[in-house]
Nanobody, 127 residues
């Protein structure tokens, strides 16, 4: 059984930066695509960014393009999200996800039963 554990969330001022990490344990996620979703208070979950197993294919939500960067270190079973130029509207719980196909994340929105979710980490951006 794979477990995803996020870290790096916290309180940051608008315009600041934060780096989220997600460590997978239990077994290797070989050939899995991974990504970040977020859910703001009173809103539905939305995809923030996704990356393929090789790291060659990446996809970003429109709200974060040009400000966030997703990366992964497969040797360490770890996923990252570098967030810059943070805005108050970025305030949300950020979830790490993993699934067998890239489409599970960017097309299916992580709704497939085979998609694995972490518990989430809270990011609060103060204006």
């Amino acid at each position: 059984q794979v477990q995803l554990v996020e870290s790096g969330g916290g309180l940051v001022q608008a315009g600041g930066s934060l780096r989220l990490s997600c460590e997978a344990s239990g077994r290797t996620l070989e050939n899995y695509s991974m990504g970040w979703f977020r859910q703001a208070p009173g809103k539905e979950k939305e995809m923030v960014a996704a990356v393929s197993w090789t790291g060659n294919t990446k996809n970003y939500g429109d709200a974060v393009k040009g400000r966030f960067a997703i990366s992964r270190d497969n040797a360490k079973n770890t996923l990252f999200l570098q967030m810059t130029s943070l805005k108050s509207e970025d305030t949300a719980v950020y979830f790490c996800v993993a699934s067998q196909t890239f489409g599970d994340l960017v097309i299916e929105g992580g709704t497939k039963s085979r998609t694995i979710w972490g518990q989430g980490t809270l990011v609060t951006v103060s204006s």
